[in-house]
């Protein structure tokens, strides 16, 4: 039997009953994901393996920072159960390291309980005063991956003063 597909397609057009292929839509962006604010995000806890203190009163600022006592190679750990970073781009965070400055760090990304790129994101800390960090997820290996957490690591072999984090946003 031969069908005449114009007349099959007009029947299917006039009943409503047309399936439109659907063309790939670009992903979409996902809603920010606060890791720190003034608090710990929703779902995230601190893991780290250097001396922390949350939501520390930090006198003339409004912001309630982390506060870091980190030896050489210890971190600020913040975990999360596993998460798709689909649709987000980069991890945004201000860091203030203490004087003399020159504090050397590595921004990493983690899954399965260790970095996602062993190189991560090596970032100098200024004597004073908060400095934006924004680092593309894929600098870190985490574009569209499965991830849990981030460390902030003192990237050197010795003990480093005091540094502060606080506004970090997945976005």
């Known amino acids: 039997m031969r069908v005449n597909m114009r007349c099959f397609g ?32 929703e779902g995230w806890q601190n893991w780290s393996w250097a001396k922390t ?17 980190a030896g050489a190679w ?3 750990y913040l975990h999360h159960a ?3 970073t689909a649709g987000l781009r980069r991890l945004s965070l201000l860091v ?24 991560g994101k090596l970032v100098t800390l200024p004597a004073s005063g908060w400095a934006k960090m924004e680092v593309p997820l894929t600098a870190l290996g985490a574009g569209d991956k499965t991830i849990e957490g981030f460390w ?3 990237a050197t072999d010795k003990d480093i003063p005091r540094f502060y984090v606080t506004e970090m946003v997945l976005d």
Request: net charge negative.
């Open 82 to 84: 596993p998460f798709s």
């Open 152 to 154: 902030v690591q003192n």
């Open 53 to 69: 203190e949350l939501s520390l009163a930090v006198n003339g600022s409004t912001r309630t920072p982390i506060g870091v006592d």
């Open 10 to 41: 007009a029947v299917l057009i006039a009943l409503g009953t047309v399936a439109i292929p659907a063309t790939p839509a670009a992903a979409a962006d996902a809603a920010p994901m606060v890791v720190y604010d003034k608090a710990l995000g």
């Open 96 to 119: 203030q390291g203490a004087a003399p400055g020159g504090q050397k760090l590595r921004i990493l990304a983690i899954a399965d309980g260790k970095p996602v790129n062993a190189e």
């Open 74 to 76: 210890q971190a600020l």
